[in-house]
């Protein structure tokens, strides 16, 4: 059974950075995408950041050149450093994961229960 844990959210003032740690364990496929989910309340979840097999990423344009998405050592780890945070970006930020589809991007099959990040001005 996959099982995907976030830690890493709190609370800090706009400007400040965090840092959120992502593990998906009891997945074994060789196949893996990783990507950081966000959702505000009385919004929608948007994609923040995502992270292929190959190590290519991509970027929700209002976070490029704040955030930055990698992997880990350990397998099926990623992290998302934010920096010069900003009271919008205050949301649960979400950790997913899951195999490459050809031509169809990540499944996102797997999700964490998510990690609060809050941000005042």
């Known amino acids: 059974q996959v099982q995907v844990l976030e830690s890493g959210g709190g609370s800090v003032q706009a400007g400040g950075s965090l840092t959120l740690s992502c593990a998906a364990s009891?997945?074994?496929?060789?196949?893996?995408?990783m990507g950081w989910f966000r959702q505000a309340p009385g919004k929608e979840r948007e994609g923040v950041a995502r992270i292929d097999t190959d190590g290519i990423t991509t970027y929700l344009d209002s976070v490029k050149g704040r955030f930055a998405i990698s992997k880990g050592n350990a397998k099926n780890t990623t992290y998302l450093q934010m920096n010069s945070l900003k009271p919008e970006d205050t949301a649960m930020y979400y950790c997913?994961?899951?195999?490459?589809?050809?031509?169809?991007?990540?499944?996102?099959?797997?999700w964490g229960q998510g990690t609060q990040v809050t941000v005042s001005s």
């Open positions: 009891g997945y074994s496929d060789s196949s893996y995408c």
């Open positions: 997913a994961g899951g195999p490459e589809i050809a031509g169809a991007g990540c499944s996102y099959k797997y």
